[in-house]
């Protein structure tokens, strides 16, 4: 499904802006769309039950008759969603997005209704409200089985795109090393043709007619001339163009950017483009006042900026697939992202295996049919801890399905599963790059870091000789309330925290097979209630919420930055 877009030939309404909310007791507020209900509205901000969301928009009579479709960004979990009335379709999960064809609707003025669902339930994805004694729940309120707030809400864009009705709808770019990109498409049966631009050198191929047949699905071959391949150092970017015709004229027109990259596990090493990397970066989360999850260009460009400024060249979409303009941002600056599914806290016993199974498997086609054109995603995780004991073989067999069909509907890119401390991770055996998350340290060992790195080393050493393949410590961490000082260190004292990542990242750096080192978290972020979390926050972060350095930032900085590899 390709994102709406502008083009001479499409028209992108956006339906942003201040829509109302009616919650379940009847209360009704202006809201802010994207947002998360919760943040905006204190009140509510522990209410998960189900809200009604309303706007009206207008179609131009310029527009009526055209191919119209209604495009979500993310509802955060279930939509349900009407026209004037009538019902148009719904959709289950956060965080992907959705779209219905309008294209009956007359030129006027129309109302839409949203119904939102955020409940917490066994049988989602993630899950939460478990029975006792199925999966892990920290205990905390609202009652998710997962460490960060349950935000509901209309939390990315909502558009109606208008375009022909022979309008290409999916485009895959898939381009070799030595310049030859394969371009697919799909859409009604039309003719089409495709080049590709530099727009660095407006430099632009032929027009190479697709090989369609009249059938719904395309497929070309454009050569790139001397290849600029995309990287961290050139993070160089090119566009695909896509014509329809009609009658030998053009109906519709599309652009696409891509680049040129390989990236590909070699014994235990991972290689873009030939060479080894190393990831150097965090964890995140889409977190923030007000906002709460709701998408934020601004906070995209601040966060990405604060990654750069600690010398950091990568993140994992932790723990839910991020809002688009963060991925465009991240192939503009030329970050190597590890893409996420929503499957948090995944559990394999009681009645809703299956159901939350299905879901899964549906979220991991919507992230790949939504990512796989970015060239910063460079892996897919599968997961993050997921919950194998005590049914390890059923955590096995799941896995084993989600990285054949994540390798069937992309075999370019690596897959993970994002493993806890506490259990063998059944599915290390079947993914291509282990990711840990590890807190010796500060779970274990609590107030004792040399005997936590050195547990972290030696579990790294078995690791790596039990599956010789690529390790990514994908978290470790500390939690350290800014303004807190201790000397000698002291849990929860800046101190401690930028001392446990300095002792973390001496071990890591002295393992070649350690391909990277993400560390928990870039920002602290918003939790459920509970004794763990102080104010119901994860205070991880190097940067507070408002994204203000603590010592850990200006440790990572003087380390990845101002005198790398020292
Ligand atoms: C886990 C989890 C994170 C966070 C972290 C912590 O590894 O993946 O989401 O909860 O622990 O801070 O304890």
């Not at 706007?55 to 004037?84: C, H, K, M, Q």
């Not at 064809?101 to 409200?129: F, I, N, Q, T, Y």
């Not at 559990?347 to 498997?361: L, M, S």
Request: charged fraction near 20%; glycine fraction near 8%.
């Amino acid at each position: 499904m390709l994102s709406p877009r502008s083009s001479t030939h499409r028209t992108v309404l956006a339906l942003d802006g201040l829509w109302d909310i009616t919650f379940s007791n009847g209360d009704s507020f202006p809201t802010a769309v994207p947002g998360s209900w919760n943040s905006q509205h204190p009140a509510h901000r522990d209410d998960l039950d189900p809200v009604i969301y309303r706007t009206s928009f207008w179609i131009p009579t310029a527009l009526s008759g055209s191919r119209l479709r209604l495009w979500f960004g993310s509802v955060n979990y279930e939509a349900r969603v009407s026209i004037d009335g009538a019902h148009v379709g719904s959709h289950i999960g956060g965080h992907l997005p959705f779209e219905f064809d309008v294209s009956e609707l007359a030129a006027g003025h129309h109302s839409l209704a949203v119904g939102v669902d955020a409940a917490l339930r066994a049988d989602r994805v993630p899950p939460g409200d478990l029975p006792p004694g199925h999966g892990f729940q920290a205990g905390g309120w609202p009652p998710a089985a997962f460490d960060f707030f349950p935000y509901g809400g209309i939390q990315r864009s909502v558009l109606l795109e208008s375009s022909d009705h022979l309008a290409v709808e999916t485009i895959t770019v898939d381009p070799l090393l030595d310049g030859h990109v394969r371009l697919g498409m799909s859409g009604p049966a039309a003719p089409r043709r495709c080049r590709v631009i530099d727009p660095a050198t407006d430099f632009a191929t032929d027009w190479i007619d697709v090989d369609a047949e009249g059938l719904s699905e395309g497929v070309a071959w454009v050569q790139v001339p001397s290849p600029r391949h995309w990287c961290p150092a050139d993070p160089h970017l090119y566009i695909a163009e896509i014509e329809t015709l009609r009658d030998d004229v053009v109906a519709d027109s599309v652009q696409q950017r891509f680049g040129i990259r390989e990236v590909r596990v070699n014994g235990d090493q991972l290689l873009l483009n030939g060479e080894p990397i190393t990831l150097r970066g965090f964890g995140r989360h889409e977190d923030a006042p007000a906002h709460g999850r709701g998408a934020s260009n601004a906070h995209a460009v601040l966060d990405h900026d604060r990654m750069t400024w600690c010398g950091a060249n990568s993140y994992r979409t932790t723990h839910y697939p991020y809002d688009e303009a963060q991925l465009d941002l991240a192939d503009e600056l030329g970050f190597l992202v590890v893409s996420e599914t929503p499957a948090v806290g995944l559990y394999f016993v009681g009645p809703d295996q299956e159901q939350r199974a299905e879901i899964a498997r549906q979220q991991l086609r919507e992230l790949i049919a939504r990512d796989r054109r970015h060239p910063s995603v460079i892996m897919w995780s599968l997961a993050n801890e997921p919950v194998s004991e005590p049914r390890p073989e059923r955590s096995l067999a799941f896995f084993e399905g989600q990285h054949a069909l994540a390798k069937r509907l992309d075999p370019t890119r690596p897959t993970t599963v994002a493993g806890w401390q506490m259990v063998d991770e059944p599915s290390f055996g079947i993914v291509d790059v282990i990711s840990v998350n590890r807190y010796f340290g500060w779970y274990t060992e609590p107030g004792r870091i040399a005997e936590g790195a050195a547990a972290f080393a030696a579990e790294l050493d078995s690791l790596h000789e039990r599956f010789s393949r690529p390790i990514l410590v994908s978290e470790f961490g500390a939690d350290a309330l800014a303004g807190h000082h201790a000397d000698p260190p002291e849990m929860w004292s800046e101190e401690y925290q930028a001392e446990f990542l300095s002792a973390y990242l001496d071990v890591i750096d002295a393992r070649s097979w350690v391909v990277g080192a993400h560390v928990w978290n870039l920002c602290d972020f918003r939790t459920s209630q509970g004794i763990t979390r102080a104010g119901a926050m994860n205070h991880k972060g190097v940067f507070t919420q408002d994204r203000r350095p603590k010592a850990a930032a200006h440790e990572l900085r003087r380390r990845w930055k101002l005198r790398p590899g020292s």
